[in-house]
């Protein structure tokens, strides 16, 4: 690719309704609801885990849980056991700050809010950035609690550095900040007699229309208000919040819609908590996927040797973000593995089974590139760094399904504000297309 070249159309309108999807989408919640918001205009039926399901054949459904990870699927015209499913996962939540139940303190003639620090953020990112709130709060009302998402769009909250003169090693230690008393935020400046608590909540229930003595609970996160945008000589670069990972669910839920009548069942699966580890009932260690799954069998009226079979004949493709290599630091990544932005769909790899790659599910997954002709690349760490994970093996191992590791190449992994390729978000909705209809 030169300087010169242009963009191909359909490559800069699939990176900027990433922009709008991830703008849009500022918390776990709001990400499921625009998720959930697409997919209705489009026919998807909802289900409801607490009452009976009525599925027909070829029909189109989703389900929530939690509020923050949703399973849609599409019933393919072919029988499950003779076809088995096709499954793409990705995760909803992003690594950062979240606000802890009573935030808001004041001292200093300044109200500020405590925070917790949720996955593996780089913190310092986060420092200077046009700071806001955005998650769901629970309100009392006069038919009952009432679960309502909240966002600011306004910049509302700010972590100020500390001036050189007061650090002047920044440049050379880097920014260290005390998790505890060097993360609170400062929310704004105390009148006399002003209760920071009290403003807080005001601010909240103002927010969803409600009166402050009826807001019970909220969970919150904190982002950067700064909407995406491309960058590079020729515009070839996305910036934005939250790349890792609503890059892949975007890319997932894109392949699913412009999947139409596929022989084998199609099912994208968008789980909350990944950068914690999972292990929760919305997260890909609890049991969503599996009940879903169970309850699709069920209704195909297979048998447990049916059940069994379709397992088998299941594909699981992980999609999370990939280490793009970044010149400045060469020294940080396995020198024959060296991953382009905007050079396709990354296959990650690693014996240790943080990633589940294995050389059967490789080669279909590049099948999958070349149908779809998009290039594709392999990744694997540095043997003297620690690897990351992803949803793949916990999904694999609940399930016992053969599956691979993707992802779009990336800078700044759970950075403030990450980098990524415009070409790359076509490339893999291309790619998982072609895995749709396989
Ligand atoms: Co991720």
């Known amino acids: 690719m030169s300087l010169t070249n242009p963009t191909p159309t359909a490559a800069l309108e699939w990176a900027n309704e990433l922009i709008d999807f991830i703008d849009a989408s500022p918390s776990p919640w709001h990400a499921v609801a625009n998720a959930e918001a697409r997919l209705q205009t489009l026919g998807y039926i909802r289900l409801e885990e607490n009452e009976r399901w009525q599925l ?43 606000l802890k139940p009573q935030a808001a303190s004041g001292s200093d003639g300044l109200a500020r809010l405590a925070v917790e620090i949720y996955g593996g953020p780089i913190l310092a990112t986060f420092a200077d950035r046009d700071l806001s709130l955005a998650g ?37 230690q880097g920014l260290k900040l005390n998790k505890q008393t060097e993360l609170p935020l400062i929310l704004g400046q105390l009148g006399v007699g002003c209760d920071a608590e009290a403003q807080l909540k005001k601010l909240l229930a103002d927010a969803v229309a409600a009166d402050a003595a009826d807001l019970l609970s909220f969970e919150l996160a904190v982002h950067d208000v700064q909407k995406g945008c491309l960058w590079g000589a020729n515009q070839e ?44 009932a919305a997260g890909a260690g609890g049991s969503f996927i599996a009940d879903v799954l169970a309850r699709i069998a069920s209704h195909a009226r297979l048998d447990e040797e049916d059940r069994r079979r379709a397992m088998a004949r299941s594909f699981f493709i992980s999609a999370d973000m990939a280490h793009a290599y970044h010149p400045n630091f060469p020294n940080a990544y396995e020198p024959g593995h060296k991953v382009r ?26 099948g999958f590139c070349e149908q779809a002709d998009v290039p594709h690349q392999q990744y694997a760490h540095r043997s003297d760094l ?23 190449p990336m800078w700044a992994m759970h950075s403030a504000r990450e980098s990524a390729g415009v070409h790359d978000q076509a490339h893999m909705i291309a790619a998982l297309t072609a895995a749709f209809a396989s």
Do not use: W
């Open 56 to 98: 027909a054949a070829g029909g189109r459904y989703y389900a929530v849980r939690g509020g923050s990870s949703l399973i849609a699927f599409v019933l393919g015209s072919q029988p499950i056991a003779a076809t088995g499913l096709r499954i793409v996962g990705a995760h909803t939540d992003s690594p950062g700050l979240r």
């Open 136 to 172: 769901r709060v629970v309100v009392r009302t006069a038919a009952g609690q009432q679960t309502r998402l909240l966002r600011f769009e306004r910049s509302l909250a700010r972590l100020p550095n500390l001036a050189i003169h007061m650090n002047r090693e920044v440049n050379e």
């Open 237 to 280: 670069f996305i910036a934005s919040r939250q790349l890792d990972n609503l890059s892949s669910c975007h890319a997932a839920l894109a392949a699913m819609i412009a999947t139409k009548q596929p022989t084998a069942t199609c099912v994208t699966a968008l789980f909350d908590h990944e950068e914690v580890g999972s292990e929760s």
């Open 341 to 366: 932005v905007n050079g396709g769909p990354v296959i990650k790899t690693n014996a240790n089974q943080r990633y589940t790659t294995n050389a059967e599910t490789a080669a279909r997954f590049i």
């Open 386 to 408: 620690g690897c990351g994970s992803t949803i793949g093996p916990i999904v694999a191992a609940q399930l016992g399904v053969a599956s691979v590791d993707v992802g779009s």
